[in-house]
């Protein structure tokens, strides 16, 4: 155990400045030596030191203790005693017991402690007097007093006697915070850990070892990394490197240079360089320090002393002569860290697996395990002048972090949203990369999860990404489990017009990471910030010129808006997780731009807009936006065209790569919304509308924009003067009325709309006669005569800082469907019938009235136009009857139209006349004329009858070549004995059977 005589400043040694870290927390912080003599301890033939306490007789006293009031259990207690009062023997210390009951302070009871050796006069005590020291090792806590023939003033603890004491005990504990465990050695960022040092002791000293596990390097780097990054001019980078600042320099210009180690075991002669700035630490092997002449502490409140390391060295018989050295970072609340010098171990002192911290400014400060070896720890803390201790455990595992996509191969039609599901292991931040040079366009992401454990799922709009003009980073991003989204394009500082500044900043740089530690052009980045941005506002802008993406210098003044000159084409585009290392950069553009630790990759394709097929169906009766769900709206509307006025119409159309253009909200002149602007950037992002379905205003606006896309359900036939009925798209509309239903997972929208609504119709009310319509959707890249390009365009290439998504480049010769070549068309239609609800029945007769059977399941059947689905019902009302009746059954509407039903008629008499009225949710839509008869016919039952076969004529005689010949009694006769005209009479009895055949179809 390491004891504590007076309250002193912790120090350190030496050894551990032999390592990397050790020589790193010296730099640029000034060195001041302090000398002390041998300091001897309890057990050893050397006097105490008893010369800082008063001379008792100075006050009128005979006696003096170190420590009146409270000792902690374990610390040393002095006593000094003139020479007139000095005892004649060994003094007892006595534990009091009891005091009078009275409250008078009277010791009523004590018990014995131990005696206590007295000293005669020394070096140490002047004038002759004679001290003693009392180790309070063992005792318990209580009051104690001195006791001896020569002295009795400790007869009353009330009053002012000199020679009482209290001894209590010290409580102390430590503990590492869970929540930070376990800690990863492999990055400075990711490597620290609270630790809380506590006690009801405001000041104390403690050894901290790790049974062994640590040496003493290792434990100062622990206990020291974390406070210095904390302090104003300096940075530890993730591989625990130190960068110096030129602040903490000091103003006087001279300084003296050497190795850590030297500095560290105390002279501090070395030759003098002159220099304003001190030198940038590159490794471990070529470290050096700052050491501004005559100061103490620096303007960022570090100091580096040596002192004697002996008064934290104690233990029994043994004696500590050699210097050590302490850290005091006086801008954190006074932390201090020491070590011991070398050659101070005894057999079972260990001073290299020790290092000592002032743990009673410590509570819940950050520890560093970067570079520390995986395994789990137990750290002690040993207060050095009492009998207290704690201890701690952590875990530290070596970072294994890996990251996966959900998918290999995406493929997306280009203008529409793509995404990413990303989850990383033993990780919760990360990078990832859009594209390459190989597609000219590149993007980077930060990445923090919200729920590590959990899968990230990035949505971003290809129709917007790339552009900036009028574009923020929430128009093109929509995150699930996300808790930071930062974007080179988006979240760095705006990008200037015209030449590079180097005045813009990047995204997060994770963990201790720096901006420039992002980029590099086969290592071309690494030096300086400034050498990094000669080409680009940011280290990104930098990275981009490296691939010839962007011209970023001043002659060039290009930025990150001027990647693109139309919106991200077709092709395949790589996305890249990037893990990072401390050790690399994170992207590097040599070899076209990639991860130089690529964890996870999947490709995107973007693919060539199309419009496929367009399908007509009709919905049971309902508001246009009575459902979102794909599904649901699939499972309740059936492939039909012809649709029954009243119900919905759903037009299926098979197309991609608008889907972004939806989400984002095109500007239009129109105001169909009060927020539009516009400024040729999105209006109303919102990217719910793919699974929650959009307002038709929004495909309004597009098609009314510059973007060449057409659509419209329009009758095919004009009235007059006035323009053809059509169905509203826009804001005359509510979302009841006209609905969009968006599936872009099966590259297809559903136009939905309310046919009993006359709001679903524009140029007229909803048709109350048979009308034909078409569906017509078309993307026209022949309406320039080239390619679209954004305004800012020009012919050098560029975008310019005017890239808004859409604005297209002046001239009128550019507005062509950005995603097709100039001249190339594509386009679909269907026809489609709107006609009043109606029904056919079967089994008509020739009256025009439905024969139903005189039986006890008597069927009534029809077909008609309602939607399948739709509530119905077939009622019958005897109207000329032999007894009245009323009977109505619901009917089922099947996919072709047909209904049928049955009924008991079998207490009904044949010719018994009824109505028979169809009913639709609750209104008549058609009535008709029935009749009971005795029975169907299979053929009655088809409203057909099958036409009698022709009798095949009778063969004709054959000629004989003799036409003019007459038999002997000269009568004209057939051979059959037929009187003339026997060839007529059959003819006429063929017409006859025709004429009857076509009665009884009838």
């Not at 302090?231 to 980078?237: C, K, L, P, Y």
């Not at 996300?482 to 760095?492: G, K, L, N, P, R």
């Not at 693109?564 to 290392?581: D, L, N």
């Not at 039952?941 to 004709?956: A, F, K, L, S, W």
Request: with cysteine; hydrophobic share 35%.
């Amino acid at each position: 155990m390491c004891v504590l005589l007076q309250t002193i400043q912790q120090p350190m040694t030496e050894r551990n400045y032999n390592e990397k870290l050790r020589a790193v927390f010296l730099a640029a912080i000034m060195v001041t030596s302090v000398f002390a003599g041998t300091v001897a301890f309890a057990g050893s033939a050397t006097a105490f030191d008893v010369s800082s306490l008063n001379d008792p007789s100075s006050s009128g006293q005979e006696y003096e203790l170190e420590n009146e009031q409270v000792l902690f259990a374990g610390q040393k207690n002095l006593v000094r005693f003139t020479s007139s009062r000095a005892p004649s023997g060994d003094v007892e210390v006595r534990r009091i017991t009891g005091v009078g009951a009275s409250n008078t302070g009277s010791i009523d009871n004590s018990e014995f402690v131990e005696q206590v050796s007295i000293d005669g006069p020394t070096a140490t005590t002047p004038s002759g007097d004679s001290s003693a020291e009392i180790d309070t090792e063992g005792y318990s806590s209580g009051r104690y007093f001195l006791s001896d023939s020569a002295f009795t003033d400790a007869s009353n603890v009330n009053g002012d006697s000199e020679l009482i004491f209290e001894v209590t005990q010290q409580d102390v504990s430590a503990t590492f915070a869970e929540d930070d465990q376990p800690a990863l050695p492999g990055t400075f960022g990711d490597s620290r850990v609270e630790l809380d040092v506590s006690s009801a002791r405001s000041n104390f000293n403690a050894n901290v070892s790790a049974d062994g596990d640590l040496d003493d390097t290792e434990l100062f780097n622990i206990m020291a990394t974390a406070q210095l990054a904390d302090v104003s001019g300096i940075q530890v980078s993730d591989t625990g490197k130190i960068d110096i600042r030129s602040s903490l320099g000091g103003t006087n210009g001279n300084y003296e240079y050497e190795s850590a180690k030297a500095a560290f075991e105390g002279a501090l002669a070395a030759s003098s360089v002159t220099g304003s700035a001190p030198p940038q630490i590159t490794d471990s092997t070529s470290v050096t320090i700052a050491q501004p002449g005559g100061g103490t502490t620096d303007a960022a409140g570090v100091t580096v002393d040596r002192t004697n390391i002996g008064q934290f060295a104690a233990s029994d018989g043994d004696e500590v002569t050699n210097l050590g050295h302490r850290l005091q970072i006086s801008a954190n609340s006074q932390v201090q860290i020491g070590l011991y010098a070398d050659g101070q171990d005894g057999e079972d002192l260990n001073f290299d697996e020790k290092a000592l911290i002032t743990s009673g400014e410590w509570g819940e400060e950050d520890v560093s395990f970067v570079d520390i070896g995986e395994n789990d720890y137990s750290f002690n803390f040993e207060v050095v002048d009492t009998e207290s201790s704690a201890s701690a455990d952590v875990s530290v595992s070596e970072r294994d972090a890996d990251a996966s996509l959900s998918q290999g191969v995406q493929s997306v039609g280009a203008g529409d949203i793509a995404e990413f599901n990303l989850t990383l292991s033993d990780n919760d931040e990360t990078y990832v990369q859009i594209g390459s040079e190989d597609t000219n366009f590149v993007e980077v992401l930060y990445l923090k999860a919200d729920d590590a454990s959990e899968p990230m799922e990035v949505r971003f709009n290809t129709r917007l990404i790339g552009t900036t003009q009028n574009v923020s980073k929430g128009d093109v991003y929509d995150t699930s489990n996300v808790e930071t989204i930062e974007s080179a394009i988006y979240s760095a500082a705006k990008p200037n017009a015209g030449p590079a500044t180097g005045s813009g900043s990047d995204i997060t740089a994770a963990g201790s990471l720096t901006p420039r530690d992002l980029y590099e052009d086969d290592g071309a980045f690494a030096s300086s910030a400034s050498s990094a941005t000669a080409s680009g506002d940011t280290y990104f802008e930098a990275y981009l010129d490296a691939m010839d993406i962007i011209d970023a210098s001043s002659s060039g003044g290009e930025n990150v808006g001027d990647q693109i000159v139309r919106p991200i084409q077709p092709a395949e585009y790589q996305i890249s997780v990037a893990g990072y290392t401390g050790e690399d950069k994170v992207f590097d553009a040599d070899p076209g731009g990639e991860a130089n630790n690529q964890l996870a990759s999947q490709s995107l394709e973007l693919t060539q807009p199309e419009i496929g097929d367009i399908t007509v169906h009709t919905a049971p009766e309902d508001d246009a936006d009575a459902t979102t769900d794909v599904q649901e709206l699939v499972d309740a509307a059936t492939v039909r065209d012809e649709i029954a006025v009243d119900d919905r119409v759903v037009v299926q159309v098979e197309a991609t790569g608008i889907f972004g253009s939806l989400v984002a909200g095109v500007p239009t002149a129109n105001n169909y919304d009060s927020d539009v602007t516009t400024d040729s950037g999105p209006q109303s992002v919102d990217f719910d509308r793919l699974s929650e379905g959009a307002s038709t205003e929004r495909l309004a606006e597009l098609v009314e924009t510059n973007e060449n896309v057409d659509f419209e359900v329009i009758a095919e036939s004009e009235t007059g003067n006035q323009a053809p009925l059509e169905i509203d798209l826009t804001s005359s509309t509510s979302d009841s009325d006209t609905f969009l239903v968006l599936d872009q997972d099966n590259g297809q929208f559903f136009l939905v709309a309310d046919t009993s609504s006359d709001s679903a119709f524009a140029n007229g009310d909803a048709p109350d006669e048979e009308v034909e319509f078409e569906a017509f959707m078309e993307y026209d890249a022949d309406d320039g005569d080239n390619r679209y390009e954004f305004a800012g365009a020009s012919d050098s290439g560029g975008a310019g800082t005017s890239s808004a998504p859409f604005s297209q480049r002046s001239g009128g010769s550019y507005q062509n469907f950005p995603y097709l070549l100039q001249g190339e068309v594509v386009d679909s239609t269907a026809q489609l019938e709107f006609a009043p609800r109606s029904i056919t029945f079967d089994n008509l007769n020739d009256d025009g009235q439905v024969q139903v059977a005189n039986s006890e399941s008597a069927e009534l059947s029809g077909t008609t136009n309602v939607a399948p689905g739709t509530d119905a019902e077939i009622r019958l009302v005897s109207s000329n009857a032999s007894s009245s009746f009323q009977l109505g059954n619901d009917v089922n509407i099947t996919e072709d139209g047909s209904v049928t039903t049955t009924y008991d008629l079998s207490n009904q008499e044949v010719g018994d006349v009824f109505g028979a009225n169809y009913r639709v949710e609750g209104s008549s839509v058609d009535s008709t004329e029935g009749v009971i008869v005795e029975s169907i016919s299979e053929d009655e039952e088809t409203n057909e009858t099958e036409p009698e076969p022709e009798p095949e004529p009778e063969p004709e005689p054959e000629d004989d070549g003799e036409m003019n010949e007459s038999t002997d009694d000269g009568d004209a006769s057939t051979d059959d004995g037929t009187p003339g005209f026997g060839a007529v009479v059959a003819l006429i009895a063929l017409i006859g059977a025709a004429l009857l055949a076509v009665r009884r179809q009838n």
